[in-house]
Nanobody, 121 residues
């Protein structure tokens, strides 16, 4: 299971960084992604990164969120800047060993972290 850290509470306009560590053979991972889910809403894809470092972002976070990875640490990061109250949600990381098509869709991923609450006030 993926192990997440970071998150918490921040004021509007602030920044947070999430981390997601993949235990085991990280070389087998093809994609890792970040998602969030607010109460009553579907899980929303935010950003994804593939094994070559290519990235994709949802339009809602482009220019404010950055996904990156440290292959030596088997860890993926999500830097979130200029956070808004509507960003309040549970945040999850996910991975898949297979090539993906819809890289920002939750159904494409088969491994998930435990999730962490992010609150923007």
């Amino acid at each position: 299971q993926l192990v997440e850290s970071g998150g918490g509470s921040v004021q509007t306009g602030g920044s947070l960084r999430r981390s997601c560590a993949a235990p085991g053979d990280a070389a087998s991972i093809n994609y890792m992604g970040w998602f969030r889910q607010a109460p009553g809403n579907q899980r929303e894809g935010l950003a994804a990164i593939d094994s070559d470092g290519a990235t994709d972002y949802a339009d809602s976070v482009k220019g404010r969120f950055t996904i990156s990875k440290d292959s030596a640490k088997n860890t993926v990061y999500l830097q979130m800047n200029n956070l808004k109250p509507e960003a309040t949600a549970m945040y999850y990381c996910a991975s898949n060993e297979c090539p993906l098509v819809a890289v920002l869709m939750a159904y494409e991923y088969n491994n998930w972290g435990q999730g962490t609450q992010v609150t923007v006030s």
